[in-house]
């Protein structure tokens, strides 16, 4: 998880995904859609033509981020594919 950066106030998660083109991130953003049904999680992204921001918010009310998480964080990362280019 070394390309996610922990922030706090609010607790979260934050990366920054990189795609040679528009048909590969939209190809990842269709993966991480179906991630987050099965897991009920949904983070916060914005994204644009080869770039995605994505942000994973703390479970409501809590300070600091739990296991559920840092999980989805690795799950996301997996399904990344090689031509991605970390950020």
């Not at 409501?60 to 989805?72: I, N, P, S, V």
């Amino acid at each position: 998880m070394s390309a996610w950066k922990e922030r706090s106030r609010p607790a979260r998660l934050e990366r920054r995904y990189e795609f040679p083109d528009y048909e590969t991130l939209r190809e990842f953003l269709d993966r991480v859609a179906e991630l987050s049904e099965q897991e009920g999680l949904h983070p916060d992204m914005g994204f644009g033509r080869t770039y995605l921001n994505v942000t994973i918010h703390a479970d409501d009310g809590a300070t600091e981020l739990g296991d559920r998480q840092r999980r989805f964080a690795e799950q996301m990362d997996a399904l990344l594919p090689a031509s991605a280019r970390p950020m």
